[in-house]
């Protein structure tokens, strides 16, 4: 069976500090993968999808960005954080476009 | 991306009442599910439906595909504590090929 792990589980990091937040999949092949952020426990915003390796659509501009290194790897980064990154930050795979996502456990990002 | 409109935005039961939620859109869809999260993790996905008019069950929770295309329902029958959490719906457009999400419904159970 296919299951998603994402890490960390939380993250107090200051302002201004880099980011990297890792998410992979396994039990499956070139899944469509996602990045959604959470603000106060509603409202999932995507933020970045990827079809394959080193495909990536940006939904919202913003200080993030995505990668897909592997298959089954997807990285969300920032150089520079800002207060207004903090939320909770959910990824997500998808067998192909259409098809129900299914979610890792999140990352708390607390930004002081 | 677009919100689907969820309602209601939160509620607060009884245990062994049924709870029923809807979600709308202006647009017609192909596909709508429904989910659940609970503090701290992430959406589970409970229902998919595929099509109009589709009611499908999974355990004491039932979900409708609206016939109109622009809607589904949730109901939740003899809730219990475990229950709590927050519904999300997502719709996937007739001309889309990404999920939009609904706003979601904050369930409370008072035991």
């Known amino acids: 069976s296919q299951t998603i792990h994402q890490w960390p589980a939380t993250l107090v990091q200051p302002v201004g500090s880099p980011l990297s937040l890792e998410c992979t999949v396994e039990?499956?092949?070139?899944?469509?993968l996602y990045w959604y952020r959470q603000a106060a426990g509603r409202g999932l915003q995507l933020l970045f999808y990827?079809?394959?390796?080193?495909?990536i659509s940006s939904e919202v501009p913003q200080n993030l960005s995505a990668s897909r290194p592997q298959d089954r790897q997807f990285i969300l980064s920032s150089k520079k954080l800002l207060l207004s990154d903090s939320g909770f930050y959910l990824c997500?795979?998808?067998?192909?476009?259409?098809?129900?996502?299914?979610f890792g456990d999140g990352t708390r990002l607390s930004i002081l | 991306g677009q919100q689907l409109n969820q309602s209601p935005q939160s509620m607060f039961i009884q245990e062994g009442e049924d709870v029923s939620m809807n979600c709308t859109s202006s647009?017609?869809?192909?596909?709508w599910l429904w989910y659940k999260q609970e503090p701290g993790e992430g959406p589970v996905l409970l229902i998919a439906?595929?099509?109009?008019?589709e009611l499908t069950s999974n355990g004491r929770l039932t979900a409708q595909f609206g016939i109109t295309r622009k809607d589904s329902f949730l109901n939740i029958s003899a809730s219990i504590p475990s229950d709590v959490g927050i519904y999300f719906c997502a719709g996937l457009p007739f001309t889309g090929n990404q999920f939009y999400f609904g706003t979601g419904t904050s369930l409370t159970v008072i035991p």
């Open positions: 990827s079809v394959g390796i080193g495909q």
């Open positions: 039990g499956t092949s070139n899944p469509n």
């Open positions: 997500a795979w998808s067998p192909r476009d259409g098809q129900p996502q299914h």
């Open positions: 647009s017609i869809f192909n596909t």
């Open positions: 439906l595929y099509k109009a008019g």
